[in-house]
């Protein structure tokens, strides 16, 4: 049975790893600043993550050349996979960031507003550097619906079915991010990271709710998710990638310990 991974992501701004209470909350005020982004992926890397995500909430021109900074410098120290996501809308800037050292790159919006750039990624890296987050949110019974720009503007798309083309483009993995979840700690979106897990023939990383052992636990059973995605409870302490594995294989979860 193929391992299950544990990974944590750094919100990255202006050079900074942040931490937002809930979902979108870019701004300024409402931003907790929690350190060096290669420090604390060098402290996940001997954790013994599996992968690393670096998200630029920002994603200026400005903090486009910070960021290729820091994926350089993490790349140069750790072993692990590392993602990079946001502000990516072109071949060429996924060119940059995986040219600095990453080894997937992330895509959101600019693959809603433009499909075909799935397609173009694929095509010229390989379907496994190309990683869509969908972010999404319940708006009906039974409905969870895809919103772009952070989590603030409503697509009228359908979450599975949006899942299920992203990957007839070419996308090799999804990062599903549940807006109703994400900062609570009340526990992962199980219903529809089984849905999306079900409907797709990739891994699909589930992220927003992470708040205990347990949780990690449901998602990755219930959920039949192949990954889980949390920043807050490692970077307060709450546990460490270490405490999340072996809690899983206590459990009877496959992870690389």
């Not at 050292?101 to 992330?106: C, E, I, P, T």
């Amino acid at each position: 049975m193929i391992a299950k991974r544990v990974i944590p992501c750094l919100d990255v701004h202006a050079g900074q790893v942040t931490r937002g209470v809930q979902f979108g909350k870019a701004e300024a005020g409402e931003l907790r600043n929690v350190g060096d982004p290669v420090a604390l992926a060098l402290r996940y890397n001997e954790q013994g993550a599996d992968e690393m995500v670096f998200f630029d909430i920002t994603a200026t021109a400005h903090a486009r050349q910070t960021m290729v900074e820091v994926i350089e410098r993490a790349a140069d120290q750790c072993f692990m996979p590392l993602t990079v996501g946001g502000g990516i809308r072109t071949v060429t800037d996924m060119f940059t960031m995986l040219r600095a050292g990453a080894d997937k790159v992330s895509i959101n919006s600019s693959a809603l507003a433009t499909p075909e750039l799935i397609r173009q990624g694929a095509e010229k890296f390989g379907s496994q550097c190309i990683v869509v987050s969908i972010d999404t949110k319940i708006t009906a019974p039974d409905r969870w619906e895809v919103f772009s720009h952070g989590g603030r503007q409503a697509t009228g798309l359908d979450a599975v079915a949006w899942a299920e083309r992203v990957v007839s483009l070419g996308a090799g993995e999804i990062v599903l991010n549940s807006i109703d979840a994400d900062g609570t700690k009340a526990g992962f979106d199980l219903v529809i990271t089984r849905r999306v897990s079900e409907a797709v023939g990739v891994p699909v990383v589930a992220s927003g709710g992470a708040g205990s052992l347990d949780h990690m636990a449901d998602v990755l059973l219930e959920g039949r998710a192949d990954a889980v995605l949390a920043a807050s409870v490692f970077h307060f302490g709450t546990f460490t990638v270490g405490d999340v594995k072996r809690f899983l294989a206590g459990k009877g979860i496959p992870v690389r310990l």
